[in-house]
Each structure stands twice: as C-alpha cells, then as structure tokens.
C-alpha cells in the first residue's frame, strides 16, 4: 500500500501502489483541479513535499510544460504522476 498526503487539504488516503495521483486525488475529495488530464494546461500543479522518490519519473509532458526550473523546485503535474509505493506529501502548486 501507498500513502498520499494532501497537505493544502491536511488529506491522507491510502491506495495501492502505481495508483495515478488524479484518481487518488478524486477519491480524497481533494481540492485539486485538473482540467486537460494530458498535461498541457498545468492546472494539476502541485508542489512535491516530502517522498518525491516514491513517484513515477518525470516523463516528456511534464518537461515540455514545467520546465527543468518549476522540476528542480519540486513541481509536478498532478494528472502525470503515479505513487509507486511508500509516500509521498503533495500540496496544491498555486498556493
Ligand atoms: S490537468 Fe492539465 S496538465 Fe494536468
């Protein structure tokens, strides 16, 4: 099992492990938007707390659309990103 902690919602869900975040999100009732779901429009942004290790890798998409910069501050786009197990701490990327 996974941990997802949304911190902007002080959220914690558990899931199985290589669950997409958008779906863990949606089961959390967190306050999260998405919008495109392919990451284009970065609406899904969130910020990478704590347990950035225990997500997928950064793919293609989320370079063209965050940059090397937002990445290496920690960014990601939520509608991109599995938790592969273990934790991670997310908080919404626009607050
Ligand atoms: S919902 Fe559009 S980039 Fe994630």
Do not use: H
């Not at 199985?16 to 609406?43: I, R, W």
């Not at 965050?66 to 908080?91: N, P, T, W």
């Amino acid at each position: 099992m996974a941990k997802v902690i949304f911190a902007s919602d002080k959220i914690t869900i558990e899931t199985k492990d290589d669950s997409d975040v958008c779906f863990v999100a949606d089961k959390a009732k967190a306050s999260l938007p998405f919008d495109c779901y392919e990451g284009v429009c970065e609406t899904c942004r969130v910020l990478v707390d704590e347990g950035g290790e225990n997500l997928s890798e950064v793919n293609e998409q989320e370079k063209y659309t965050l940059g090397e910069e937002k990445i290496a501050q920690g960014f990601r786009l939520g509608c991109q990103i599995k938790i592969k197990s273990g934790y991670v701490i997310l908080r919404n990327g626009w607050d």
